[in-house]
């Protein structure tokens, strides 16, 4: 670990969603990302299926309310992406939902162009 924190950055709607969870869940979400800018990994952070070796983890968490999920990325080196905070509502097993998956795929990609952004800052200072 270098001892420097990584950005935090937010895709889409992925921080309102976020402010919309339950307090709990919300606090353990946010100290699983502070432990992923510190270059560290929750135990209960997963790879998430479906996505090769993006680099992209989720954590879980219930409440009384029902399964909440937070998924990003550690793929990148200029920031933590956060691409999606979500209640998971399939009552199919545990698998995440497709237009879920699809969406974090799209926000993937939005994270691969703003980490070259950031590296391309990061140059040319």
């Not at 990994?41 to 409440?63: C, M, T, W, Y």
């Not at 979500?86 to 993937?108: C, V």
Request: with cysteine; hydrophobic share 40%.
């Amino acid at each position: 670990m270098s001892g420097k924190e990584k950005l935090l950055e937010w895709i889409g709607s992925s921080h309102r969603d976020l402010m919309a969870l339950p307090t709990d869940v919300r606090r353990f979400f946010g100290y699983a990302l502070s432990l992923a800018q510190a270059g560290d990994q929750h135990d209960a952070a997963k790879v998430l299926k479906g996505f090769g070796s993006a680099g992209v983890l989720e954590v879980v968490e219930d409440d009384a309310d029902g399964t909440y999920r937070a998924v990003y990325t550690v793929k990148f080196e200029e920031a933590v992406f956060v691409l999606h905070c979500f209640q998971k509502k399939s009552k199919r097993g545990i698998a995440t939902p497709k237009k879920d998956m699809d969406l974090i795929r799209a926000r993937l990609k939005v994270a691969e162009a703003l980490a070259k952004e950031l590296r391309n800052e990061k140059t040319a200072h």
